[in-house]
């Protein structure tokens, strides 16, 4: 089994920074791609980023060029540094792994979520 957890979620103004990490622990053998994705009240959970095990990274459109997500592969943990923030992006942010256990096969992993509120 793998948990994974969010946190660094909090409060910020507009025009500001904030970090989010994401650290997996349990039984596993192997974590490839890390994720982060979105969901804002009444909305649909929205792609933001995503990782692979080799730090290739793709974006959602709404967060190119303003966010950066990032792994690190030895402690088993995703970051994602967000900036200029707006009031669009408040959300609560998930994690998301495929973690092999055991044999296989490659199974996925959700957080809890962490809030993130832009606001004045």
């Known amino acids: 089994q793998v948990q994974l957890e969010e946190s660094g979620g909090e409060l910020v103004q507009p025009g500001g920074s904030l970090r989010l990490s994401c650290a997996a622990s349990?039984?596993?053998?192997?974590?490839?791609?890390m994720a982060w994705y979105r969901q804002a009240p009444g909305n649909r959970r929205e792609f933001v980023a995503r990782?692979?095990?080799?730090?290739?990274?793709e974006y959602g459109d709404s967060v190119k060029g303003r966010f950066t997500i990032s792994r690190d592969n030895a402690r088993n943990t995703m970051y994602l540094q967000m900036s200029s923030l707006n009031p669009a992006d408040t959300a609560v942010y998930y994690c998301?792994?495929?973690?092999?256990?055991?044999?296989?096969?490659?199974?996925?992993?959700w957080g809890q979520g962490t809030q993130v509120t832009v606001s004045s």
């Open positions: 349990g039984s596993f053998v192997a974590i490839h791609t």
């Open positions: 998301f792994a495929n973690v092999l256990v055991g044999s296989g096969p490659w199974s996925t992993a």
């Open positions: 990782i692979s095990s080799d730090g290739i990274a």
